[in-house]
Structure formats: structure tokens, C-alpha cells
């Protein structure tokens, strides 16, 4: 299997991502928005952490009415930033997308969020509508300029209140690192973010991931200091890193753990999938999530996982032998994926949430009180 052309969630084709984050003035925060193709996206949710912030994520049952959902929103600022979401809400209605009702339309937009208060020296700084509305005009104009390669001058993402007036900053959907909702993120003592990558299987479906890594587990293999997550990483994918010296490892006492925290996301596909099966795709993603952050859901997490289907290719059937007894060249060769691929594809989610975690780590820009993966291990990096 390889990656996608961009290695993030935009593989998924028809799916847009916007980020916008401030940086200065009391603030360190930001919201990602992941917004549907035209006619909405299925979608389910699995939340497995004790202290979650979520918002319309009980219509995600498959017992209840809405069959597709308009957009997805991440977002710091803990409870007071579920207000991003309204913006989002607001920018869909004008556009007459949404759920139609007598007179309108109602766009439905879950949202889950980080605990990142006070990261950059307010407490109450946190996203609003504007951050929303941002995020959303970011992913539109993301998606009018297709991305090439991932190439962001990191120094334009940490800039302060004495270098410019104009706090707030946007970023393209493909780029990992310090931008929207991972903008005050932490992981396990080290600078989260966010992080994203892709997978195209053997049928011809694409799986993709966007986490936010904002952990209060180690994000680290406990037995070399390598991100845990990078071990699923695909042919050449983290061939840039390698085991960093023993004597970094010893060194590193993390001093910026949280007490409070939360790492969510969203995996997507561009199979048929119903709501309950997109829930499923959610709760295996947390199977990847605790394979590359440990521990993993815990009392002061409020982990989430969206899972979206785009609909674009066909539905899976059911499987027809037992999982394991097939070989290559036993499936059809027709237009219908079998049941085995259904079984793919929920592996693959897994492994694609793991390496979206190891990413969000690798490119997450370095500060006070939260240092950079390679400010901390730089023997890890090939280049050195």
C-alpha cells in the first residue's frame, strides 16, 4: 500500500480542510474544520475519553434521524470553543447547505474539543465564531488552489503581537504541525498538533486521518524514543528518522505534562459506508490512537473520534468466508468490493490514525514549557 498525492486527509477526494489559529495577545488556539462534498457525508463517532467536549454528536447514532452530516469541526478552547462551530453553521447556511427544513436549511455540524486553556497566557482567550468562519473560508480557498507538496514556513505560525497587529493565521488543509486546533496542543510533554496522513488499499478506496494530539500520555516508543506512531508508517514514510541516543532518551524528563487534555480527530473514506458502520471506523481509529499515545483515554481525556464515508465508491458486501482463509487473486473482479475490503479498510483506519499522531508530533513547532520532538532527541533525525 502507499499514500495519497498530499499524505493527508485531502486523499479522500471531495473532503476540504481549513485551519485558522491566533498566536499572541493571550491567545495560543486555533479550529480545524473538515467540510463535506456537496450533499453531505455519512458520519459516526466513538468517544472514548472520561472527560469529552462534544457537540451534535448524539445525531450520529444510527437510530436517529440525520443520515448525512455538513461538516466536522476540531477546535481548542475546551467548552467555550464549541462557539466555532456556530461559525461554520453560519457560513453553510449561507451557502444553502444543510439539512432542509420549512423555510431553510439547518447545516449539521459536530465538533468535538481540545483542553488547551490558557496556553497562551488568557485563560478565557479561546475560539469563537470568527475562528469558525475563518476555518471554513480557509478550506474553500484551499480547495480552489489545489496543494502541492507539504511546504509551510513555520516561522509565520508563532509570531506575536510585537511582530504584527493581525492575529489570526490560516493554513492549508495537507500541512501537519502547530496550526488550527493543535495550535496550543501538548503531548505528553512535548508540542502537539495536528497531523495527517493517507492510505490507498489494494480495491482502490482511500483511508485518511487528522488527528490533534494534545495528549496527557507519552507519545514515545518507551523502548528507544521514537514517536510509537511511526511504526506503522508505511515504505520510506519515516525513513528520515532513526532511534535517537540512549543518553537523550535517559535525559528527557518531560516538565509540561498536563493535568487536563484530549486527542480527537477524524478518519475518512471514500467508500459507502452506513452510520453504524462509520461508528465502527471510529472505534477501531481509537485501536490506533492507543497504539501511538499511552496511556490512552484516560479520566483527563476527552478523546474523539469522528469517522466520515464520502460515498464516492461502492458499498462492501458481506464477506462470504471466513477473514484469513482468503488469498490473492480470490476476489471478484467485479465493481462491488467484497466483504474482505470492509475488513481492510478498518485495519488501515487504525494504522492511518497511528501515523497521523506520529506526524503531528514530528512537525509541531517547539516553544516554552513544550519543546519540538527534535529539540529533545535530535540524534533522532537522519540529517543530523
Known sequence: MKPGATNSLLDV???????HHRVG???????????????GMVAGVDVRGAAPGTRETELLDPRNLVERVHAVVLTGGSAFGLSA????????????????????????????????????GAFRATPDASFGEAAYDAAMADAADPPGQP??????????ASDRTDLGRTAPGHVSGSVGAGAGAVAGGLAGGVGTASVMLPCGATVAALAVVNAAGSVLDPRGGRPAGARYGLPGEFDHLRKPRAQEVEAWRPAGVTSLNTTIGVVATDLT???????KLAAVAHDGLARAIRPAHTMVDGDTVFAVATCARPTPRGEDRVYGQRTAGDEPSGAEPSGAELHDLLAAGADVFSRAVAHAVLAATGREGAPAYLDVFPSASRTS
Open 13 to 19: 477526494a471531495g473532503l476540504r480542510v481549513g485551519h
Open 25 to 39: 495577545d493571550g491567545h495560543r488556539t486555533g479550529t480545524t474544520v473538515v467540510l463535506a462534498p456537496a450533499g
Open 85 to 120: 462551530a456556530c461559525g461554520v453553521m453560519s457560513r453553510l447556511a449561507d451557502a444553502g447547505v444543510g439539512f432542509p427544513v420549512e423555510g431553510g436549511v439547518v447545516p449539521i455540524v459536530p465538533a468535538a474539543v481540545i483542553y488547551d486553556l490558557g496556553r497562551g
Open 151 to 160: 511546504a509551510l514556513d513555520q516561522t509565520t505560525l508563532d509570531q506575536t
Open 273 to 279: 459506508l452506513t452510520k453504524a458502520q462509520c461508528g
